[in-house]
């Protein structure tokens, strides 16, 4: 610590010195020196991140002359901050604030309406209703995976060699948290989140996480947890998407499978999904056969075989491998349903002799249709 006081007296406007005379404070205990440190560190750096001290005092000045209500989010970061500075407790990057962090500037906001007037002001009754911040993170579908996504994302960011290089501990911690993480995954989830990693699963978009996760998990019979991640998803990409009804569809199949029958509200939901599907398709938004697809299998959900049969042989032409496969398996059980027999054993001999690899489950298609 002295060695780092003298350096900071031989080059007062070194703003790296200073943030290390900050840490070694921090870590001696002393919150309220390292804060003075830290807040020099930053009002000398030639990049500072956030507002120096001359911005935030302007900001407070303005306020004042003004007459506004100010909430202090700054101040109030850096008081309930450990080590003096605004950490990782309430920040993922340099201005990025963490799920905590939001939770407690909302809550700051909100305590700062009281002195408003007028309809706007908040009365102790109102501020009870504030809940704490699990509730709103549970609320907001918060989960493990997309806390890895968080994660993984800052570990590359803060990967890039200049980042990295004047960064170094939040390359560390990040790295450490993505270890910790995958550590806990099964080999599937681990697998499937590594390829979430690559361009592959994406097609110009950005998949969810959490939907690729509860696939596996609904293959391995996690049908409760397959079922609120898919919701998740659903939540996570905009509507009037293939993605969007794939995972309505799936979020509702999952529940149909818990429940035995799906509700008259999921049967709504099913047919709001249809007809963005059908928006979709009528003009001229699907190339990959997706929204076909899963058109045929939310009428599926809603028990109208008939109607799902052109939608499903729509989008056949457009699927290859496991996705042909499955797409055959819902069309023959709504031939079945709709009684065409006929059509359902010309669909399964098809497969059994140009599938290839896929030829045995034709043959149980075609035995499930003969009974």
């Not at 407070?60 to 202090?72: E, P």
């Not at 690559?198 to 690729?212: C, D, E, I, S, V």
């Not at 397959?226 to 199949?253: G, H, M, R």
Request: hydrophobic residues 45%; aromatic residues 8%; charged residues 25%.
């Amino acid at each position: 610590m002295n060695l780092l006081r003298q350096a900071v007296q031989l080059a007062p406007r070194h703003a790296r010195a200073r943030f290390l005379l900050g840490q070694v404070l921090a870590r001696a205990k002393q919150p309220e020196l390292a804060r003075v440190s830290f807040l020099e560190a930053r009002d000398l750096d030639t990049m500072p991140w956030r507002p120096i001290s001359l911005t935030e005092q302007a900001i407070r000045n303005t306020a004042l002359v003004k007459g506004a209500v100010f909430c202090d989010v700054a101040e109030i970061f850096r008081k309930g901050s450990p080590d003096g500075a605004t950490g990782w407790e309430l920040l993922d990057d340099h201005v990025h604030l963490s799920l905590s962090g939001q939770a407690r500037a909302a809550r700051s906001m909100v305590g700062a309406m009281v002195n408003l007037a007028g309809p706007l002001q908040l009365g102790p009754d109102q501020l009870a209703l504030v809940q704490e911040d699990q509730a709103y993170a549970d609320g907001l579908g918060t989960n493990r995976y997309d806390d890895y996504r968080v994660n993984h994302t800052l570990r590359v960011l803060f990967g890039v060699p200049f980042m990295k290089k004047t960064n170094e501990q939040a390359f560390d911690v990040y790295s450490e948290l993505c270890r910790t993480s995958e550590a806990e995954m099964s080999p599937s989830v681990l697998a499937v989140a590594r390829e979430w990693q690559t361009f592959k699963p994406h097609a110009g978009g950005l998949r969810p996480l959490t939907g690729m996760v509860a696939r596996i998990l609904l293959r391995e019979g996690q049908t409760e947890e397959a079922l609120k991640l898919y919701e998740i998803a659903a939540s996570q990409v905009p509507d009037y998407t293939s993605w969007f009804l794939e995972y309505v569809y799936f979020a509702l199949a999952c529940r149909q499978k818990i429940d035995g029958q799906l509700a008259p509200e999921d049967l709504k939901i099913a047919a709001d999904a249809i007809a963005q599907g059908k928006f979709l398709l009528a003009n001229g938004y699907s190339e990959s056969g997706l929204t076909e697809r899963y058109v045929g299998r939310l009428h599926q959900l809603r028990a109208e075989w008939a109607e799902a049969i052109p939608f499903l042989l729509a989008a056949r032409p457009k699927m290859q491998a496991e996705d042909l496969v499955a797409t055959d398996q819902a069309l023959v059980l709504s031939y079945l349903q709709n009684g065409q027999k006929k059509e359902a054993l010309a669909l399964a001999d098809d497969g059994i002799k140009n599938s290839g690899q896929f030829a045995d489950i034709y043959r149980r298609l075609r035995a499930e249709a003969e009974k």
